[in-house]
């Protein structure tokens, strides 16, 4: 009869609601607007094996994973300084929505995208991936050819190469950088298995994160040829 109210499941969350109208099928509007959203693709599906190491090391330094305002939903967002970069992602990240631009509290700018496939996300926690990520990142499981690819975007998003200046010369030095103590501690005792090269653990007290250093230049030629040779996706240093 009309008037009867109905408990339903909601077509877009699973969610149980009442309602007095047979055609309902979401639980709310703003619900039901998503039916409509833009549909992201999972980037994994279509980049590479390699690529989607490359991503993947990306997310885990420059990536965030948030919940929306429903504290249902979730996105993954990537902020970079580097736009030939960001716009190389773009079309596997999201490529139905915009390139956000933004001014940075250094008067820099960043740009960033956003990623709401659900998927993607899935097998993004499962790979180590939380809110509030970097005091608790742990190295992930993932294939040993695919290995250099993962550090690589990793380096991408939180490493730095740099000039120590120095009396009666100047130097190079390479870094990463982490809020997590174990990650740092395994991603050495992994580039040492790959081409037995130690960094140096530095507790830095000034900074957001720890840091693991190299500073002899032969070190570092081994280590950028090892990182950057034959491979597509990469910042420009």
């Not at 190491?53 to 902020?79: H, K, P, Q």
């Not at 002899?216 to 030629?221: E, F, L, P, V």
Request: overall charge positive; hydrophobic content about 30%.
């Amino acid at each position: 009869n009309i008037g009867d109210i109905m408990i339903k499941n909601c077509k877009f969350c699973n969610k149980e609601f009442k309602t007095d109208r047979r055609i309902q099928q979401s639980c709310s509007i703003s619900c039901g607007k998503r039916s409509h959203a833009i549909k992201d693709p999972n980037p994994f599906d279509i980049m590479t094996k390699e690529e989607g190491a490359y991503l993947l090391g990306l997310i885990y330094a420059d990536g965030c994973l948030s919940l929306e305002s429903n504290g249902i939903d979730a996105r993954v967002t990537i902020a970079l300084k580097d736009k030939d970069l960001i716009e190389a992602l773009h079309p596997y990240f999201c490529p139905d929505r915009k390139l956000y631009k933004q001014t940075t509290h250094y008067n820099t700018m960043s740009y960033s995208i956003i990623n709401k496939n659900t998927e993607f996300i899935k097998e993004l926690r499962k790979l180590g991936i939380t809110e509030r990520k970097s005091l608790t990142l742990t190295y992930p499981e993932i294939p040993q050819e695919l290995e250099s690819n993962f550090i690589r975007g990793y380096f991408d998003g939180d490493g730095s190469v740099h000039i120590y200046k120095k009396v009666p010369r100047n130097y190079l030095g390479c870094s990463f950088t982490s809020g997590s103590e174990i990650f740092l501690k395994t991603l050495t005792s992994k580039i040492k298995n790959f081409i037995n090269i130690e960094f140096s653990y530095q507790t830095e007290s000034r900074h957001s994160g720890d840091q693991i250093r190299l500073r002899r230049t032969n070190d570092i030629k081994v280590f950028a040829k090892w990182l950057y040779e034959k491979n597509n996706f990469f910042l420009k240093r």
